[in-house]
T-cell receptor, first 117, second 113 residues
Framework: ETGVTQTPRHLVMGMTNKKSLKCEQH?????MYWYKQSAKKPLELMFV???????ENNSVPSRFSPECPNSSHLFLHLHTLQPEDSALYLC????????????????FGQGTRLTVV | DAKTTQPPSMDCAEGRAANLPCNHS???????VYWYRQIHSQGPQYIIH???NNETNEMASLIITEDRKSSTLILPHATLRDTAVYYC??????????????FGKGTHLIIQP
């Protein structure tokens, strides 16, 4: 248990469906991240949120839409995905060092295994 | 792109020390060396990080060369549960803000019984 919880753990969706991935952290962190891990490829950073504001978008297609309503919750809304979007989606959180508290190591959730059919 | 080079795979006997090398010849003066590992089908787990001094915690030791161009992660008494992909990452620690991690392909460490 890392303190970062992702739901669902597994998701199968059609290309015309709309679904959302949820991430919740109970560590008091203020930064949250979405990563994508495709088969046989390194983890890729998708989005970064710091104090609820999106600070980084790594050229992610618009069919992936993140939402961060507060520092503890992060969503990834999915619509009209393609089969090549099938992957393990990982959420992580960390502390912004500028707060003067804690360290900057990232804590990851267990991931959502997404299959697009 | 990842700024580190690691062997794609390594074997180690259970109970022995596992020494995982990492080359980071272009590391900058303000960049730290971080190690994470990912056990199959789980999220990555932080192990240790350091700047230039050797570091040790309950999980592992980190040895950084004097010129900082390479480092070695040491798992002192490897167990079967240490079988995982180990990632060496260089990143800026200070300077504030939240920035993501750039992962390479890592080293797949297999602990043999």
């Amino acid at each position: 248990e890392t303190g970062v919880t992702q739901t669902p753990r597994h998701l199968v969706m059609g290309m015309t469906n709309k679904k959302s991935l949820k991430c919740e952290q109970h560590l008091g962190h203020n930064a949250m991240y979405w990563y994508k891990q495709s088969a046989k490829k390194p983890l890729e950073l998708m989005f970064v949120y710091n104090f609820k504001e999106q600070t980084e978008n790594n050229s992610v297609p618009s069919r992936f839409s993140p939402e961060c309503p507060n520092s503890s919750h992060l969503f990834l809304h999915l619509h009209t995905l393609q089969p090549e979007d099938s992957a393990l989606y990982l959420c992580a959180s960390s502390q912004d060092i500028r707060t003067g508290k804690g360290d900057t190591e990232a804590f990851f959730g267990q991931g959502t295994r997404l299959t697009v059919v | 792109d990842a700024k580190t080079t690691q062997p794609p795979s390594m074997d180690c006997a259970e109970g022995r020390a596992a020494n995982l090398p990492c080359n980071h010849s272009t590391i900058s003066g303000n960049e730290y060396v971080y190690w994470y590992r990912q056990i199959h089908s789980q999220g990555p787990q932080y192990i240790i990080h350091g700047l230039k001094n050797n570091e040790t915690n309950e999980m592992a030791s980190l040895i950084i060369t004097e010129d900082r161009k390479s480092s070695t992660l040491i798992l002192p008494h490897a167990t079967l549960r240490d079988t995982a992909v180990y990632y060496c990452i260089v990143r800026v620690y200070s300077g504030g803000g939240a920035d993501g991690l750039t992962f390479g392909k890592g080293t797949h460490l297999i602990i043999q019984p």
